[in-house]
């Protein structure tokens, strides 16, 4: 088989390579630029506990001295703080720049066997037949790739999306903000602030050695910001919150973004994909673009991986765009419904369900990875079993309990996730004080270990001492993605096998072997 064509060596395109990867899929990832990310300080990424894992089981080791987790979210309004909350119960948000995380993803690629990365690629044209994919890139070569599928990953004026002839609608100059990363004391050690003293706010978020990423919301289409203009805003701000003197600070880095929001009208033609801002763009009010991004190569990088070792059904393929074009839509729908009235001044209750707390609780929803604007996807199940009720409904993201791993190992659960397979999760209290030895043949386990070696799709058997809202004896069975496709009462065979073809949708074709006529890489 040929490897997957990754076009663009941004995050998105990376972390798909690598999740591809990880599960036994070659890529060749085409990079238009020199293969060197310049830092900018200002330009920064927040990460929450599902696509922070991601990192960490692809390798992305910047991200541990590079980035920081929220201490706590404290919002301000008129001067006055109104609130703070902290993470005792759930994982912070980590914020890190952009070019650590990219800088981070290059280097697990770079040293991957199955990663090949290419520079001074750019795509110029490409051709589907029925078996793959073939794409030219010109550059200090020109060069014919061949590919068992591309994924676009080129961001917002994707070449791929042009050449597959997808329209990409939406709206502009949603928001504009101006940015500045600077190094300084601030009252707040750590902490993130939101400040809204309407129709002005301003956030700060801090990173590593007393940096911290300042951000301005301008009007959408206002005056030029002069660098004068963003040295009186910055110094006025830090005054304003530390009793009205200016603290000594370094500036690192500013600029000035437009944010827009716009969604591809297919993620899908034929073998070809869309993913990241070439397929959505988005960021008002706190959403974040490179995460969705991230989660679109997560959700995409098992599909192929099951079409590459053993085929997949069209309707699996498919389901990369149902599932992840709908929980942007959403993601978009809600901030388009809720800017107005955000900047406006207009009531939310009746513009956006669940807003009657008003727009500081909507906003931090936003920034924290909750509510409307922030919550994790949830993904319909083709058959939604759910024979025992718990915490989680099925298709949503699973909690992430400790489990007993097949080594013997007790590791957090999104550990076992990336590997291309189903994880069946057995809930029996009271394991977590025993050898695995012990109870690996007793009980429900022999039964269990039976009905999971006959799935339709590899799996993984785990047990964990408790799952929220979940009795003893409950079986949870998991998407190689971390999403909950089914609940049982019990070890139930059949049921298990349906649910497991269904996560697949179904037998696949047989994949096709043939070598290909077109080398991968030939030289004009």
Known sequence: MDPVIVVGAGSVGLALSLALAGQGVPSVVLDEGPGKDL???????????????????LGCTPLRDEGASYAAWRTRRRGRDTGRITFDEEPAPLHVPQHALTRGLRGAAAAHPLVNLVTDSKLDALEQDDRGVTAHTRGAEATWWRGSHLVGCDGARSTVRKLLGIRFPGRTAVERHAVAALRTELPWPGEALLHRDPPHETTARPLPDGVWRLDWLLPARGELVTPDALVTLIRDTMASWCGGTTPPYDLLDTGVHTLHHRLA??????????????????????????EEGLRDAENLAWKLAL????????????????????????????ADQAVPALRGGAGLRTL?????????????????????????????????????????????????????????????????????????????????????????????????????????????????????????????????????????????????????????????????????????????
């Open 307 to 334: 079409a590459w070792h053993h085929g997949a059904s069209e309707s699996l393929l498919d389901s990369y765009e149902d599932e992840r074009r709908t929980a942007v839509a959403a993601r978009l729908r809600a």
């Open 39 to 57: 830092p900018r300080p200002a330009r920064t990424v927040v990460l929450h506990a599902d696509t922070a894992a991601m990192m960490h089981r």
């Open 352 to 524: 956006l369900p669940g807003s009657a707390r008003g727009g500081e609780a909507l906003l931090t929803d936003g920034h924290l990875g909750r509510g409307p604007l922030g919550a994790l996807p949830a993904y319909a199940p083709p058959v939604a079993v759910r024979e025992v009720p718990t915490a989680t409904e099925p298709g949503g993201a699973v909690a992430n309990v400790p489990v007993s791993a097949p080594d013997g190992s007790t590791v957090p659960l999104r550990d076992m996730l990336g590997r291309g397979r189903l994880l069946v999760v057995l809930v029996a209290p009271g394991t977590g004080v025993w050898d695995r030895r012990h109870w690996l043949g007793a009980g429900l386990m022999p039964r269990l270990a039976a009905a999971v070696s006959a799935l339709p799709v590899r799996a993984d058997l785990l047990v964990a001492d408790g799952y929220p809202g979940a009795p003893a004896h409950t079986v949870l069975l998991v998407r190689p993605d971390g999403h909950l496709a089914a609940t049982f009462a019990g070890v139930r065979p059949a049921e298990l096998y349906e649910a497991a073809d269904a996560v697949r949708m179904g037998a696949p074709a047989a994949p096709d072997r043939t070598p290909s006529t077109t080398p991968s890489a030939a030289i004009d």
């Open 265 to 290: 009208i297919r993620w899908r033609e034929r073998r070809a994909f869309l993913a990241g801002d070439a397929a959505h763009l988005l960021g008002a009010l706190g959403t974040q673009g490179v």
